[in-house]
């Protein structure tokens, strides 16, 4: 058995009713478990883009690509583990602040490269984005000052230069089978 | 002109070349049975909605073509569920048409309201909901590719009531398939393409693994050819028999749990394997750590997440088998491997001793005489549709087949119940072939109940009934590692010759050796349905056998001395 590690999987997929569903069940059917998986649209309307980050092996990792893009509503699932990537994470963190520990606080974004996007009484609100190290390294600082709320968008990635992933065209298929025999 | 979505429905059957549906009709399909009505479709009624999955998926697997099963909504459907897991688990196309609830009731727990398209996500190839009347034909097109293309699968159309009744304009030209053109992945990686051609031409102990998807390829005489060529043995899988010929001097037979022990001495001595449309189940590699350890692997494979799923192989070509064996055949240096073949020969020889067909004849009815006569009777010719367990096992060892879909068998969820069905919907696609039901006493009580439809159908098969009172594969694990503790396994069932007779179905009953053959003569000569109800030897059990979990030469063999102080009367 190999060692198990994050497998990066980007798939397009046609934007339809179900379609997570049976990505999710696929992974669940193989006993894969899902660390983050992201969809968002694409320029075209008709397909969207999957980021998913799944805890298995290069096995693991082969079996869902190649399994991902068996589904009929899968228009192309590559595992881009091994390739040249970026990766982001986006998260939202409601941390305590008083007006004692807000100084500190600002210092901290500041060197994070932060942002704050909202300011109350008691408390703020941090947006950073980068990679999962990072925002795991921020989250680690902000903890003694007490973080009330975090939500975080799970990851997306893309691969560097000119190594494009792009969906497939749409369109009929031309061979028709027909039950010629019966 | 504007039809009803019933009505197109059946318009696009008919146009994709479907003359048989096997269903049973409710009041979420109604339309599509009034519409069905002023078809040309020929509608088999079944007792069950099972059976007309197992229809659907025998007539598939007896004509090479596409097999389509009927239900309404709720129950109707989740009947279907063990017959579409079948199909699946042997990569069968057969398409399922179930009604739905009215698409403003979907959700609603409506009367017979199921979600029957989340029930069957992991056992479809695909499977759809349809809302619109417009979207049924285009539907029905991409349902049809999708079940037939690449590795074939079953696909469900679940087609909401008011889609059925809506009117809409039809028209043929304007509904076409609309699928996504995936990339195609077997343009094979050159390195890979040459690899295989390098462990081709130099192994010393090459052994060929073939399976079902020669059949489903078409690729049968590209495969003999491709045999000829590197004049190396071939071993069968379950669902392989009948892609090369049994009377091939270079066919060894099934691999596997109940494979032939020379074919499993062969893979587990072998420096080569070259798989061709088969997926290392675990039912024919035994233990994976010691599985043909001293072997390189080639796998000549159409479903890239087969590659390297259970076994690491050396070269993957992936693609169709017909078209990947084209192009390895120029390649090929046509060697002999006379010293392998010879050594196959000698660990045959030693099995042939142990053979149930060499034992001296003690008086007793044993299945595998059951099968080996019938084979002789019909010179190998019949399709033989079985069932699941020691007879299915006796048939693969016992009845040689030299054509594809000749052998319809449950192979991968081995589904007991799946021979009585299949073997009707089999007479369907093939109407001038004698069909053969061989199926255990157990198996036969799940789906009985379609011998009424072999009634109402006048359908003419025969049907031979393995019985030997028992569920004679669990009770066979039971002797083996449960110290006989036979429980569970000892089965009571109905006269079945007086069953078939209440049926309005000819029944027969066989005790001896003796009446094997006359009978068997009978039923062949007989226009009409047969049943006979072979009562054989109760404790036999199937050898060889490689216990599960174990490594594929560590069987257990046919003790050298007959069973006879085991065997009762019948």
Redesign the interface.
């Given at each position: 058995m190999k060692e198990e590690s994050e497998q990066t999987l980007v798939a397009y997929v046609?934007n339809k009713p179900?379609v997570l569903?049976?990505v999710a069940?696929?992974a669940r059917?193989l006993a894969i478990n899902i660390d983050s998986l992201t969809v968002g649209p694409t320029e075209n309307s008709e397909v969207a883009r999957m980021t998913i980050v799944a805890h298995t092996d290069d096995?693991g990792g082969?079996?869902l690509e190649?399994?991902l893009?068996?589904?009929?509503d899968v228009?192309?699932a590559e595992n881009i583990s091994e390739r040249s990537l970026l990766e982001r994470d986006l998260a939202l963190i409601k941390v305590l602040a008083d007006q004692q520990s807000r100084p500190h606080l600002m210092e901290l974004i500041k060197v994070f490269r932060a942002r704050v996007v909202d300011v109350a009484p008691e408390s703020l609100i941090i947006e950073v984005s980068g990679t999962v190290d990072k925002i795991d390294g921020l989250l680690e600082v902000l903890r003694p000052f007490g973080v009330l709320e975090m939500a975080r968008s799970g990851r997306i990635a893309m691969t560097r230069g000119g190594d494009l992933l792009r969906p497939?065209?749409?369109?009929?298929?031309a061979?028709?089978?027909?039950?010629?025999?019966? | 002109m504007k039809l009803t979505g019933a009505e197109i429905l059946c318009e696009s059957l008919t146009r994709l070349g479907v003359r048989h549906i096997f269903g049973y009709p409710g009041g979420a399909i109604l339309p599509v049975y009034d519409a069905l009505g002023k078809s040309k479709l020929h509608h088999i009624l079944v007792r069950h909605e099972q059976g007309a999955t197992h229809m659907a998926d025998g007539y598939a697997r007896a004509s090479g073509g596409i097999g389509v099963a009927m239900a309404t909504s709720g129950p109707g459907a989740t009947n279907m569920v063990t017959g579409i897991a079948t199909a699946m688990l042997d990569s069968s196309p057969v398409v399922c048409i179930t009604g739905q609830v009215s698409s403003k009731l979907l959700g609603s727990d409506a009367f017979q309201e199921i979600d029957i398209t989340g029930i069957t996500m992991p056992i479809t190839k695909h499977n759809v909901v349809v809302s619109r009347a417009q979207d049924v034909a285009r539907t029905v097109r991409e349902a049809f590719i999708i079940a037939n293309s690449g590795r074939p699968g079953p696909v469900l159309i679940d087609i909401t009531k008011d889609a059925q009744q809506a009117s809409c304009e039809f028209d043929w030209e304007v509904s076409v398939p609309k699928l996504p053109l995936k990339r195609v992945r077997n343009n094979h990686d050159q390195d890979e393409f040459d690899r295989a051609i390098q462990l081709l031409n130099t192994a010393k102990r090459p052994l060929i693994l073939a399976g079902r998807g020669i059949i489903l390829s078409g690729a049968m005489r590209t495969f003999a050819e491709f045999v000829r060529t590197c004049n190396v043995p071939v071993a069968m899988t379950l669902l392989g028999i009948g892609c090369f010929p049994a009377s091939d001097p270079l066919n060894l037979g099934m691999m596997g749990m109940h494979g032939e022990a020379w074919v499993n001495h062969a893979i587990q001595e072998s420096d080569l394997l070259i798989a061709v449309g088969m997926r290392f189940d675990d039912r024919v590699t035994g233990d994976l750590r010691t599985y043909a350890k001293g072997a390189r692997k080639i796998h000549i494979e159409i479903d890239r997440a087969e590659i390297n799923k259970n076994v690491k192989v050396d070269a993957a070509l992936i693609g169709d088998a017909r078209e990947t064996l084209e192009k390895l055949i120029p390649h090929i240096e046509n060697r002999q491997h006379s010293t392998w073949v010879a050594h196959i020969k000698e660990l045959k020889g030693d099995s042939a001793v142990r053979d149930i067909q060499s034992l001296p004849d003690s008086g007793h009815l044993y299945a595998a005489h059951v099968i080996n006569d019938l084979w002789k009777e019909t010179r190998g010719e019949a399709i033989v549709v079985t069932d699941v367990g020691q007879h299915q096992m006796w048939e693969a060892q016992y009845y040689h087949h030299n054509q594809p879909h000749t052998l319809i068998t449950s192979g991968g969820l081995g589904t007991m119940g799946f021979a009585l069905p299949a073997a009707i919907g089999a007479t369907f696609a093939k109407p001038d072939c004698e069909v053969w039901v061989v199926v255990g006493d157990g198996g036969f009580q799940m789906t009985m109940s379609e011998l009424a439809t072999i009634v109402q159908e006048k359908t003419n098969l025969k049907i031979a009934i393995i019985n030997n009172g028992y569920l004679g594969m669990v009770r066979q694990w039971q002797e083996f590692f449960y110290d006989k503790r036979y429980v569970a396994t000892p089965l009571v069932a109905p006269d079945f010759a007086a069953l078939a007779i209440a049926f309005g179905i000819r029944g027969e009953r066989v005790t001896s050796r003796a009446e094997v053959i006359p009978t068997i003569r009978f039923a062949r000569e007989s226009s009409e349905t047969v049943l006979i109800d072979f009562r054989v030897e109760q404790e036999d059990s199937v050898y060889p056998m490689v216990p599960a979990g174990a490594s594929l030469h560590e069987m257990i063999r046919r003790p050298n001395n007959p069973l006879v102080e085991t065997a009762s009367e019948p």
């Open positions: 046609e179900g569903n049976r069940s696929l059917r096995r082969h079996r190649a399994s893009e068996k589904l009929v228009l192309l497939p065209v749409l369109t009929a298929e061979v028709e089978p027909t039950n010629a025999k019966s | -």
